[in-house]
């Protein structure tokens, strides 16, 4: 097995299959993609996705060659996305791991439950599909008309963590993208009175797994349209996608108002987020603002 630093530079510098070291893309690629689009605008999202989907692997050291992820897969357009890009960096010899994706049904009514291991095993994807009725379990606890997100996240979480041991998985991987992470910084900033976002690659509170993010630099935009250009067969939720009102839907529309006021200001927020500057903020824990000193006496000295 290579070395952390070794691997993470065969990740970056590989090129093959269709695959430059820039990130262009040309034909081919895992069976998922033998019926896409032909357009240069196709061509140019799947060029874009992939190669935020490799910055962030490669920025974040998420790849230990030999090691076995599991892939989270809700039937939504990011989940579909994530796979569809992991599998194609695979197939092109540029993701050394193993992947497997799961599927947690957790008993929302109506839930197709024929939707996700019939379009899995069309295309050949290892897959394991769970059942666990969580959604009794968030209505009978929650009062009618109460947030559902936090608790049924909570459950989903601790399944896929026991999932992820059983199979010897060493990461769990979502499909968060940019827009999720910064409705998270704005909704600790103002509802929690604190300064955090989603993390692109973190240890879980047991410390045996990784939890990982690979699409944390796309944008929300793109992976719909990714997801409509690649006719992933989309279901929708049942639980907490019913509910209006949520802060997080608040939190979206505001930032969705800001981007189409000032076109561009969410890539700005984003880059934000990686260009921290701990001594222009107030928090001394973080910063070490006792320990400053003057280096001259200043000129009434």
Not at 152 to 163: E, F, V
Request: aromatic share 6%; proline share 5%; glycine share 8%.
């Amino acid at each position: 097995m290579l070395e952390a630093d070794d691997a993470k530079t065969a990740f970056g510098r590989a090129t093959t299959d269709g695959v430059s070291d820039d990130g262009e893309v040309s034909a081919g690629g895992h069976p998922l993609f033998r019926d896409v689009p032909s357009t240069v605008g196709f061509k140019k999202l799947r060029k874009r996705l992939l190669r935020e989907m490799r910055e962030t692997i490669d920025r974040f050291a998420m790849v230990r060659p030999g090691t076995r992820w599991l892939v989270a897969i809700s039937g939504g357009k990011d989940s579909y996305a994530l796979l569809a890009l992991l599998h194609d960096l695979k197939w092109r010899g540029l993701l050394p791991v193993d992947l497997l994706a799961c599927n947690l049904d957790q008993g929302q009514p109506n839930f197709p439950k024929h939707v996700l291991p019939e379009w899995l095993s069309a295309h050949g994807i290892a897959h394991r599909i769970e059942y666990r009725d969580t959604y009794s379990i968030v209505t009978d606890t929650l009062p009618q008309g109460a947030t559902y997100c936090s608790l049924c996240s909570r459950l989903r979480r601790g399944n896929l963590y026991r999932i992820a041991r059983e199979e010897g998985c060493e990461a769990l991987v979502l499909g968060h993208h940019r827009d999720d992470c910064l409705e998270t910084f704005f909704m600790n900033l103002l509802h929690g009175g604190r300064l955090s976002a989603m993390p692109a690659k973190l240890v879980n509170d047991e410390g045996d797994l990784f939890v990982l993010r690979p699409l944390i630099q796309s944008a929300e935009s793109d992976l719909e349209r990714f997801a409509t250009a690649m006719r992933f067969p989309i279901i929708p939720c049942d639980l907490c996608g019913s509910q209006d009102g949520l802060q997080r839907n608040l939190t979206k529309q505001m930032l969705d108002d800001i981007e189409a006021r000032y076109p561009g200001r969410k890539s700005v927020m984003m880059r934000a987020l990686s260009n921290v500057r701990p001594g222009h903020l107030v928090d001394p824990a973080l910063f070490d603002f006792s320990g400053l000193s003057l280096t001259s006496e200043g000129p009434n000295a």
